[in-house]
């Protein structure tokens, strides 16, 4: 397997997809001439044209009922938002169009469109520019959500993505454009929508996170290693559907759960996964579960009360240690 950049698996996503399918288009902010705010759309404006690969005025309400438009048409647009923070902008046409257009229509209209770009926290780009939207997302029925961490589940997760027949999200993390990993070079590696992967095997307590969280709970994993403790990280990759039969597997091989996501607490997903695991695996917990969120605040520009409010390794490793009554 080659090994590439999170960015340049994304590229060979949207490539190998244009390539195979020509209903396939990107369209956005300065995704053409630019090759997109963070290079992900390198090179497709000389490979693909003016017509797949559309740049648009700084309109996402307009563009993204366009791309509505063109999924009811049979086309599959892929629409990228050059940060989820200025989605909020389109979010009618997201949640009132696409998200319900199958079911308002009787079944007359599939809305094959995907939705991409960068979530979450960077460095000092402070509350409106640091959002991870995820759970808001998620939170509307017909639509899917995926949120990959690695550069691999991030080029099979879009292709799955651009494939599917429903609206879906899918969440970039805006630090980790540079991470690389292996990535499989095969044109129909996909990876299926609602399957969760075990990042790492344990056996005394179960971290279950997702995005650029997967690699907090890594380093909390070797941390906690190095005093005896055996974290296992369930990565969720899927978010709507979500691959609760791996939910409910590693609880019930640890019976100890600290859950972490980059987002609020209130209303979060980690609340709904909490919940899940009450309803479901109650009886397999040693332990009340834990959580570890971005503070209660709008994300604040100084950079020491920044790094206050993000989850980090060492509130990772004090909540395991919690959950172990260490």
């Known amino acids: 397997m080659a090994v590439i950049t999170y960015r340049e698996a994304l590229n060979q996503a949207l490539a190998e997809e244009m390539e195979r399918d020509p209903d396939v288009f990107l369209m956005g902010e300065e995704v053409g001439v630019y090759n997109g705010a963070y290079k992900v759309s390198k090179g497709l404006l000389d490979r693909f044209g003016e017509m797949r690969v559309v740049d648009t005025p700084i309109t996402e ?32 046409q997201v949640v009132h169009s696409a998200a319900k257009l199958l079911s308002m229509s009787g079944g007359q209209f599939k809305i094959p469109i995907t939705f991409r770009g960068p979530t979450g926290a960077a460095l000092q780009l402070a509350a409106q520019h640091s959002q991870a939207l995820e759970a808001m997302y998620a939170h509307f029925p017909g639509m899917k959500i995926v949120v990959p961490g690695t550069p691999a589940d991030a080029k099979g997760l879009l292709k799955a993505a651009i494939r599917d027949d429903d609206p879906v999200a899918v969440f970039e993390g805006e630090m980790l454009y540079n991470l690389k990993g292996e990535v499989p070079e095969d044109d129909d590696f996909v990876i299926p929508l609602g399957v969760a992967e075990v990042k790492r095997e344990g056996r005394d307590v179960s971290i279950i996170t997702h995005g650029k969280m997967v690699h907090v709970a890594l380093q909390a994993a070797a941390q906690l290693e190095k005093d005896g403790v055996s974290a296992e990280v369930l990565d969720l990759r899927s978010l709507r559907p979500l691959d609760v039969d791996a ?77 172990l009554y260490r």
């Open 61 to 92: 309400l307009g563009f993204t009922g366009l791309g509505v438009g063109a999924a009811m048409t049979g086309l599959r647009p892929v629409i990228e938002f050059m940060t989820y923070n200025f989605s909020l902008l389109a979010l009618d």
């Open 247 to 323: 939910i409910l597997a590693t609880v019930a091989k640890t019976n100890r759960v600290v859950l972490v996501e980059e987002g609020w607490a209130f209303g979060g997903i980690t609340a709904t996964v909490a919940a899940l695991i009450q309803e479901e695996a109650f009886d397999h917990l040693d332990a009340p579960i834990l959580r570890v969120t971005q503070a209660d605040v709008p994300m604040p520009y100084a950079k020491g009360l920044e790094k206050a409010a993000k989850p980090s390794v060492e509130l990772v490793v004090e909540k395991v240690n919690r959950v």
